[in-house]
């Protein structure tokens, strides 16, 4: 590089640094550039900018899919994340498909991070930013951006006794995490290796800080609250390359958003902390598979089982989900905690016992299947092996030791969406009165598809502070009274480039069908939200559906942390005002 084009680059980055704090009133462009466009930076400012992260700059690239070995691979969520070319979903029908943003920046401290900000505000760089890349729309995905990407970024420290900055609280048990952490990580070091808990998702390879700014449930958030209730303090880089430390006593307002108000919106998180729980002495797991022989008894099993949960599963012990769908089939797939195998199956009897009564009507209820097992060994692959089915090992020559993934969410590697769609349910239906509302809603929209009722993603029977905690998140208020979160979906995929691309006709089918359904399910609870991390991306009214009347002060603090929009992503606080692309700002 030449000295010429060296000292250009560092008057950009240092012109970017001084750009101004919150709120400055530098206007805002009316588009980002392009690669090899005009104003697209020169060779010389990005080797500035390779200089300034210790060399830590890359152009990313996506795998040769031609390759059988990689193709293989790509089946691991592992190993696409450890792709700076690729991201956990393939791309959503006829809105967005994966593809490598120009340069990326592989952070391993939050100065490497603030560069990266400072660098892509000065030159007007669309920005985006990847820590696990789960996201189903596509936020940690812009070709010709410049990514931030944290997944080095892997330190995890549990503390005994941990006190926000600047805050008087009495200290609490908690573990602070880097931004490139999957909750795996963190499980590791919490459960397996403290002994305790913390609240976080059930998939191991997801992303901690996306999943914690869109709210962020678990297997048990039931009983502990949502992601994002349980954090205590972050570390984020804003918009003016300030790196801040946050929380309820410094900065409160950018503080609260980050704790559900949405990823990619208000900075860039390098660390957060989070509170740990007393660990349970069980963990466990339900399933049972019952078919209905005829629609009619389809409906009386649909409506036995709402009475089942209302007075018997609507509690703290009992999370995950079941499905239900046109093949007049009731799949449990249900998990608790704190109970031991034998209570949880007397739980379910009576279930079992109302199938039993109608041998004619229905089968597979002698199927039912509940175990408990030390909750400390739920995360310890070595011993979850034992269990035929429930993982899949990650088996890469040098991958770290405890490497897995439930089995059962290998499907969603590489997915590529045709639908996918998310309301929450008001605990008002499971009342004796308007149960046969919520029955006929659902089993009409069983005619159209199949779908899941994720009861640990409503908060209705949590302990009241769970409820609490949880109130005082960005997460839409609705998530406080809903019993359960009910998602349906279609995909397809993998469809990564060079690929295939879905055949447009049955994609188009299965999305019109998947409308369908929500749309015969919604007549028992109109105007209900819908969850931000699992919703669709053509969401109407997306601001009211992710945050209610939260939205309002949201904006606010985007427009005090982010007034030119450096951190914009598809249906994102404040991306109103931006094309669906994020290049262009609406006039």
């Known amino acids: 590089m030449t000295r010429r084009h060296f000292l250009g680059a560092s008057l950009a980055l240092a012109a970017g640094a001084a750009l101004g704090g919150p ?3 530098a206007a805002a462009p009316l588009s980002r550039v392009r690669s090899g466009g005009p104003g697209w930076p020169r060779e010389g400012d990005w080797d500035g900018l390779k200089q300034a992260v210790g060399g830590r700059l890359i152009r990313p690239v996506a795998p040769d899919v031609s390759d059988p070995a990689v193709r293989v691979l790509m089946k691991n969520p592992f190993y696409v994340g450890d792709q700076p070319g690729l991201t956990q979903s393939s791309g959503w029908f006829e809105a967005w498909r994966s593809s490598p943003s120009a340069y990326a920046v592989v952070a391993e401290s939050a100065a490497d991070v603030a560069q990266a900000v400072r660098f892509a505000r000065a030159h007007n760089l669309r920005l985006v930013v990847r820590g696990g890349g789960h996201s189903y729309l596509g936020a ?3 070709p010709d951006s410049l990514m931030v990407w944290t997944r080095k970024m892997r330190q995890v420290q549990v503390h005994e006794a941990f006190t926000p900055q600047g ?32 609240q976080g998702g059930g998939c191991t390879t997801v992303g901690i800080a996306g999943l914690v700014q869109g709210g962020g449930f678990g297997s048990h958030s039931k009983a502990f609250g949502t992601g994002a209730a349980g954090l205590l303090e972050a570390e984020v880089v804003t918009a003016d390359g300030k790196v801040r430390v946050v929380n309820q006593a410094r900065e409160p307002e950018l503080f609260w958003a980050l704790k559900g108000g949405g990823g990619g919106t208000y900075g860039v998180i390098t660390r957060l902390t989070l509170a740990t729980h007393p660990l349970p002495q069980t963990f466990g797991a339900v399933r049972m598979s019952i078919h209905a022989r005829s629609d009619e008894a389809y409906r009386r099993l649909l409506a036995r089982f709402v009475e089942l ?22 799949d449990v797939e249900m998990v608790f905690q704190g109970l031991t195998g034998a209570e949880a199956r007397a739980a379910w009897a009576p279930l079992v016992a109302f199938a039993d009564a109608s041998p004619g009507d229905y089968e597979g209820q002698r199927s039912l299947l509940a175990l408990d097992l030390p909750a400390r060994k739920f995360w ?8 035929p089915g429930a993982i899949t090992q990650d088996q890469r020559p040098g991958a770290p030791a405890g490497n897995f993934w439930w089995t059962g969410d290998g499907d969603q590697v590489g997915a590529y969406w045709n639908a996918y769609t998310s309301v929450w349910l008001p605990d008002s239906l499971l009342r004796p009165e308007n149960r046969a509302k919520l029955v006929d809603a659902w089993f009409a929209a069983t005619r159209q598809w199949s779908m899941g ?9 949590a302990p009241p502070e769970a409820i609490a905690a949880s109130r005082d998140t960005a997460t839409n208020p609705q998530v406080l009274d809903a019993f359960a979160l009910v998602i349906i979906a279609s995909a397809s995929g993998p469809a990564y480039a060079g690929m295939p691309l879905p055949n447009p006709q049955p994609a188009a089918v299965s999305r019109s069908r998947v409308q369908a359904a929500m749309t015969a399910l919604r007549a028992c609870a109109p105007g209900a939200g819908s969850y931000v991390n699992e919703t669709d ?15 309002a002060r949201l904006l606010r603090v985007k427009r005090r942390y982010d007034p030119q929009g450096l951190f914009t992503v598809h249906h994102g606080v404040g991306s109103e005002g931006w094309s669906a692309d994020g290049f262009t700002r609406r006039a």
Not at 537 to 551: I, L
Request: glycine letters at 12%; charged letters at 10%; a positive charge.
């Open 23 to 25: 709120g400055a009133a």
């Open 309 to 330: 949960y209302a007075t018997s599963l609507h509690n703290p012990h009992w999370g995950e989900q079941v499905h239900a769908g046109p093949s007049n089939r009731l």
């Open 140 to 142: 940690s995905n812009a």
């Open 167 to 198: 805050s008087k609280a009495a200290p609490v048990p908690a573990v602070s995490v880097g931004a490139g952490c999957i909750w795996l990580d963190a499980y590791k070091a919490v459960t397996n290796g403290a002994g305790r808990y913390v």
């Open 537 to 551: 991306y053509f969401q109407a009214d997306w601001q009211r559906a992710f945050w209610g009347g939260n939205y």
């Open 380 to 387: 310890d692959a070595t011993f979850m092996k034992n269990a």
């Open 453 to 461: 009722f994720h009861f640990n993603k409503g908060l209705s029977g």
